[in-house]
């Protein structure tokens, strides 16, 4: 399956690159349209852009900032979440498309079970409620039944989990997801779970709290954190992956 990663690196190379070269296409045409017009909205842009365009290679606060404000994942304590998808309470997390739902499980708690052995999916059509298992990661003795976080009938799976489960653990909001289903109403359940910076101010106390249990004084754990989880600190995790989406109304959003 290494063609997989490989594809899909070779993906996010050409996109940002293509990103790059619009951006140097799109600067003279700018500036042509602000001369010929006399718009000072246009001039105004260009002026932008060209200051970004001195600003990156010369600031490195600059480029702190412009990477974080275009990364497509939020990182913390060396664990990732993606920023558009929406959390359950219970570690899995749903991003809406066009017709239909992709849903996976969130780095942390593919983190504290370790790199995956099994991935039991669900059956194409079956019937799923929100708060109810979905599919089953597993490894060694540390099984979790991950939870829908929104109704609806499954409608594909992503079946290279069944030969290469890891793939999980590496790109879990890409590559990585699980399940499809086709939602029953994808708007009411996802006002009952967390999403952009309410989701973000959530994780990183999850984050904090499994550290502490499993590594207490340690600054990141990155994906071993299944490493520092002895037996008593695994069954004082566990009870994090069974919560209900009801659970979210308890976030203090002030925290946000």
């Known amino acids: 399956m290494e063609h997989i990663i490989n594809r899909s690196i070779f993906r996010d190379v050409a996109t940002q690159s293509g990103l790059c070269v619009l951006l140097l296409a799109a600067l003279p045409i700018l500036a042509v349209l602000g001369f010929a017009l006399r718009g000072a909205v246009l001039l105004v842009v260009v002026a932008g852009l060209l200051l970004c365009a001195l600003a990156y290679p010369i600031s490195a606060r600059f480029r702190e900032w ?4 275009t990364e497509v994942e939020f990182h913390h304590r060396g ?4 920023r558009d998808v929406f959390l359950h309470p219970g570690h899995s997390w749903v991003r809406r ?4 739902v992709t849903i996976g499980a969130d780095d942390l708690l593919l983190s504290a079970v370790g790199p995956l052995e099994t991935v039991d999916l669900p059956v194409r059509g079956t019937n799923v409620r929100s708060d109810h298992p ?5 490894r060694g003795d540390r099984v979790v039944d991950v939870l829908s976080p929104v109704s609806g009938r499954v409608c594909e799976c992503n079946e290279v989990l069944r030969v290469y489960p890891e793939l999980m653990n590496e790109r879990p909001f890409t590559e990585g997801w699980a399940v499809r289903l086709d939602p029953d109403d994808a708007g009411r359940d996802c006002r009952r ?6 989701a973000r101010a959530w994780f990183r106390r999850e984050v904090d709290r499994a550290i502490e249990t499993a590594a ?6 990155d994906a071993d954190l299944h490493r520092r989880l002895d037996g008593a ?3 004082r995790l566990a009870p994090m992956f069974s919560r209900q989406s009801s659970e979210a109304d308890a976030v203090d959003h002030t925290a946000a």
């Open 79 to 82: 664990l990732r979440l993606a």
């Open 97 to 100: 498309g066009q017709r239909s």
């Open 193 to 198: 779970l967390l999403n952009a910076r309410w």
């Open 66 to 69: 412009f990477k974080t404000k």
């Open 134 to 138: 979905l599919f089953r990661v597993r």
């Open 233 to 235: 600190a695994w069954d």
């Open 216 to 221: 207490p004084g340690e600054d990141r754990v």
